[in-house]
Nanobody, 124 residues
Framework: QLVESGGGLVQPGESLKLSCQTS????????IGWFRQAPGKERERVSC????????RYLDSVKGRFTIANDNAANTVYLQMTNLKPEDTAVYYC???????????????????WGRGTQVTVSS
């Protein structure tokens, strides 16, 4: 099970930190990714992290603004989002994959477990 939290309504330029709490499976075996889906748009990969190597990957439009981090002891992965823009508005999902993030940037079909999402709205 994956449970996202930390979404909300913020103004452009502000920050949010999303959390993805995992349970019910062997967290150590899986790499974790964040996706988002805006109304009328396809789900897109935002970021992911290899829990073995620490390799991180980001969507080009969020590089330098978003940071993904892993807390093994807490079985939690975070997505720190800064300088948020209206185009970041979406439902954000975390997901778990057995595919090696250290080798490539997995897409939605590569993930086995999904959370239910948390809404992020950036608006003035």
């Amino acid at each position: 099970q994956l449970v996202e939290s930390g979404g909300g309504l913020v103004q452009p330029g502000e920050s949010l930190k999303l959390s993805c709490q995992t349970s019910g499976f062997n967290f150590d075996d899986y790499d974790i990714g964040w996706f988002r889906q805006a109304p009328g748009k396809e789900r897109e990969r935002v970021s992911c992290i290899s829990r073995r190597t620490g390799t991180t990957r980001y969507l080009d439009s969020v590089k330098g603004r978003f940071t993904i981090a892993n807390d093994n002891a807490a079985n939690t992965v975070y997505l720190q989002m800064t300088n948020l823009k209206p185009e970041d508005t979406a439902v954000y999902y975390c997901a778990a994959t057995l595919e090696p993030v250290a080798v490539f940037f997995p897409d939605a079909d590569d993930y086995d477990y999904w959370g239910r999402g948390t809404q992020v709205t950036v608006s003035s």
